[in-house]
């Protein structure tokens, strides 16, 4: 880590970053957001019985949207063009989870860090929105960023 905070101009003013002079690499981005239910709840989820219906097909379909708003969301963000974008969801019900990943690829000068985490976190909040009615105690305990590659930086992973 640098230490430099590359959004603040020589004055300390915010600023979108000119990548116009960095190489064009192959980047990915791994996020992970976890939300956390009664048992109950989550055994309806997994087992297709929520009232709103398929919650992990659309937090899927809602995580790749956010994915691909990114930049329009994001203030300092720069608008990409996603190669793609994947959001899993695994269930436990007797823990009461719903783990999310999300994965975001894309050749150019930027990282898709905040697609990824942005994927999961919009999944996140969707699950949420579709258990509401079953459960007022559903909360989002994390989201983060696991692993990224390409790029100045390189591949990082979360210990």
């Known amino acids: 880590m640098s230490g430099e905070l590359t959004h603040l101009d020589a004055d300390g003013t915010a600023r ?7 190489p064009v690499t192959a980047r990915t ?6 939300v956390r239910m009664g ?3 989550a055994a309806r989820v997994a087992a297709g019985d929520a009232p709103k219906g398929d919650v992990l097909g ?7 949207q956010a994915a691909k708003r990114t930049g329009e ?16 969801g695994v269930i436990d ?7 999310l990943t999300g994965t975001a690829s894309v050749t150019a000068r930027t990282g898709v860090e905040m697609e990824a985490m942005t994927a999961v976190s919009v999944a996140a909040l969707t699950v949420y929105d579709m258990v509401k009615g079953l459960d007022k105690g559903v ?3 994390e989201v983060v960023l696991l692993e ?11 210990s």
């Open 16 to 22: 979108m970053v000119d990548v116009g002079a960095k």
């Open 58 to 64: 659309v937090a899927r379909i809602a995580g790749i």
């Open 148 to 158: 990224k590659s390409g790029g100045r930086s390189g591949h990082w992973v979360r």
């Open 93 to 99: 019900a007797a823990a009461g989870t719903i783990v």
């Open 29 to 34: 981005a791994v996020a992970r957001a976890t």
């Open 39 to 41: 048992a109950q709840t």
């Open 73 to 88: 969301l994001i203030p300092l963000c720069h608008p990409i063009g996603l190669d793609h974008v994947e959001v899993d």
């Open 139 to 141: 909360e989002i305990t």
